[in-house]
């Protein structure tokens, strides 16, 4: 492809330059590995000799041997993760620069090469190339050739920015040099979204819009959601703010780190390799589950859990129920459960609590039956002097001071009187007390909210979610906290698992990332006026994405008919085949069926496509199809092919997506119609309608 900007001839100092920075890079590798090879022989000295001596070792001498080695072995680990990055910038050396005159010296012309991260002359120690997170950097990325400025640690450096340019390396060898105007030039983009869907999500760094990158190093204090439509780079921008806040707030950070909680594990293994490639990997996205099993692990609660797998958790959003009947009383339970009216049933009965958890009775101080405590005076002691602190904290405070007043000191005195205390709250674990709620005519009078719908089914997500919130109240447990968390998906986040968010991540900055027409688990309602109603952190800020930058125009426009909306109503930037739509009769037997598909992949494969989805409704006709065409052999070796629900394509792209009865009559709800948006959403360059004769 010819960039209308191309510089043409190489020159020769950009090729010099090019060189320069290969050797930097190849001095840097040597070191590092003299480096890590020292540390190893030390790891291994050291454990031979913690071996041999082991008998004649003190224990301070161990515990000495053992911290050494420790640090040592993370010197190690890091070593390796640097030689790893040099190998990686050794094929790409830098993707951009930058020529300027700064007003302080109007002199003197700098000029800019951008990388994934920091390199320095080993002898001079000056920048050879610059992270592309750096301040200066930013230029690049927001401002047109003229007069700029970027805001560097010391103030604002205003400028004139003389030229933009972008490079172009093939196995670290300079192919092109290209003056830009915008960082996304329309050509370059256009070349950059055209190439196939990697195996990983798609690093867009060298192709970051203005808008993009603005939300990438803006304000992180508060609240923060990004909502777009499908394609926008919600997710990419979000992992790129992530992998900004590490470079730029490390010393913020201190021990809380930065979350990042996926909707499942296919997008977690999706997501993997985003932040290593952005220059930073100290960072593991886990479950919305992992999080909600960490609260439940000392409540009481482990056994909702256990019943609680991914696909129970999927089955009870109705999206694999085995009949309409049960599938409408699944949506109908969880509508319930993911609203406020669900959460506010939980805080009320948290304040209901606070009056009535403690049932005092009078009790004996000893075993031994010496002395009493009316209930009168445990009730003062728990419901007010204790009143600041936590419900299920206060019993032992209680234990404390009924000690500490009648002057009592054996541990067996004291176990007995905590037992005593305990046993009379209405509950000792929040399991136990969300049990008892439905159960409690007193509490469901007073909150004047009707249950029934909430007792369909006791088993869902939303119900461990409950208990967390009450363990989180009731015992405000140490789990840590977190600098920032990053949370996508947003519009399939119930309002109790946002309350659950609240309480886990008290004072913490948040990142949301969602899009209302993929809310493919029945969530209705704007999703960012629920977080912001629910999470009281300010300030408060909401970016609005509104171009795909995924798929072509013509699937765009496809897609938004599904949604009922005009062509052209979501911006798109390139052109490409319209949607196939395919007939395929429903009594099609297995070795039609494997002819079917092995034409569509051989298609996908003469095209030059390297990924290909076959999308379905749900997982059971997603194992089906998988099965059939592994028993039939008809997945080329050098097509990667992906059977998948459209519950879990969600965040997901491919080359060419397959839809599997799109003319179910399912996709013809107002939640069927947006599980059908979010799975055509999913295909960059081919989208296949495979319909019912």
């Not at 032992?396 to 007043?405: G, M, Y």
């Not at 007390?433 to 088993?459: H, K, S, T, W």
Request: include cysteine.
């Amino acid at each position: 492809m010819k960039f209308k900007n191309d510089i043409g001839e190489l020159d020769p100092a950009e090729l010099e330059y090019a060189e320069r920075t290969h050797k930097a890079i190849r001095a840097a590798m040597t070191a590092e590995l003299a480096a890590s090879g020292h540390r190893k022989s030390q790891i291994l000295e050291q454990r031979k000799y913690f071996s041999d001596y082991f008998s004649e070792l003190k224990d301070d001498e161990k515990r000495d041997l053992l911290s050494n080695e420790a640090l040592d072995t993370r010197s190690y680990l890091s070593s390796m993760d640097h030689l790893r990055k040099l190998a990686r910038q050794e094929q790409e050396p830098y993707f951009a620069g930058l020529d300027y005159v700064d007003d302080i010296d109007p002199e003197e012309q700098n000029r800019v090469y951008i990388s994934l991260e920091t390199l320095r002359d080993p002898d001079t120690y000056e920048i050879i190339t610059y992270d592309w997170r750096a301040p200066i950097c930013s230029m690049y990325y927001e401002c047109e050739p003229g007069r700029a400025y970027f805001d560097a640690p010391a103030g604002r450096v205003n400028v004139d920015l003389l030229e933009k340019r972008r490079y172009r390396f093939k196995r670290g060898k300079l192919q092109k040099v290209s003056r830009i105007s915008m960082p996304s030039d329309d050509e370059i983009l256009t070349e950059a979204l055209s190439r196939n869907a990697g195996e990983h999500m798609r690093i867009i760094v060298e192709s970051l819009q203005k808008e993009q990158h603005r939300i990438v190093r803006d304000y992180i204090e508060g609240i923060t959601v990004i909502s777009g439509c499908a394609g926008s780079g919600k997710t990419s921008v979000a992992l790129h703010k992530a992998a900004y806040i590490l470079y730029g707030f490390r010393d913020r950070m201190k021990d809380n780190g930065l979350a990042i909680i996926s909707p499942n594990d296919i997008f977690s293994e999706y997501i993997s390799t985003v932040l290593p490639d952005l220059g930073e990997d100290n960072i593991k996205p886990y479950l919305q589950e992992d999080l909600l099993a960490e609260v439940l692990e000392d409540a009481g609660g482990v056994n909702f859990m256990s019943r609680l797998d991914e696909a129970e958790k999927i089955g009870e959003f109705g999206l694999e129920a085995e009949s309409n009947e049960e599938s409408e009383a699944l949506a109908i339970c969880r509508e319930h459960k993911s609203a406020d009216t669900f959460r506010q049933l939980i805080l009320k009965y948290v304040e209901y609590l606070k009056e009535h958890l403690f049932v005092p009775q009078s009790m004996a101080l000893t075993e031994e039956q010496e002395g009493t405590v009316s209930a009168e005076t445990l009730g003062y002691l728990f419901y007010t002097l204790f009143e600041d602190v936590p419900l299920f904290k206060r019993t032992a405070l209680v234990r404390d001071e009924l000690c500490r007043k009648y002057n009592i000191h054996k541990d067996t005195n004291k176990a007995y009187i905590l037992a005593a205390l305990d046993s009379m709250l209405r509950g000792q674990t929040a399991a136990e007390l969300y049990r008892q709620m439905y159960e409690d005519r007193d509490f469901l009078e007073e909150c004047g909210i009707d249950v029934a719908p909430f007792l369909l089914f006791r088993n869902m997500f939303e119900d461990a979610c409950a208990v967390g919130v009450l363990h989180l109240i009731l015992a405000e447990p140490d789990l840590g906290g977190a600098f920032y968390l990053i949370c996508d998906e947003a519009q399939d986040l119930s309002c109790i698992f946002l309350e659950l968010l609240r309480r886990r991540f008290p004072g913490c900055n948040m990142l949301f990332v969602g899009d209302s027409d993929q809310a493919v688990f029945g969530n209705t309602g704007d999703f960012t006026e629920r977080i912001k109603s629910i999470l009281p952190r300010r300030p408060f800020k909401r970016y609005v994405l509104e171009t795909n930058y995924r798929s072509t125009a013509q699937i765009v426009d496809y897609s938004a008919a599904v949604l009922g909306r005009a062509p052209g109503s979501i911006r798109s930037v390139r052109d490409g085949e319209a949607p196939i739509h395919v007939k395929l009769d429903p009594h099609t037997d297995n070795d039609g069926l494997g002819r079917f598909f092995a034409s569509l992949f051989a298609d996908a494969k003469a095209a030059g496509y390297e990924s290909f989805a076959v999308i379905t409704r749900t997982r059971a006709a997603a194992d089906r199809i998988k099965r059939l065409c592994g028993a039939t052999g008809i997945i080329p070796a050098d097509l990667r092919t992906f059977f998948l629900p459209v519950y879990l394509a969600k965040g997901l792209e491919f080359d060419a997506v397959a839809v599997l009865g799109a003319d179910d009559d399912y996709y013809e709800s107002e939640a069927g119609r947006l599980a059908l948006y979010t799975a055509c959403t999913r295909a960059l360059h081919r989208l296949v309608l495979i319909e019912k004769e």
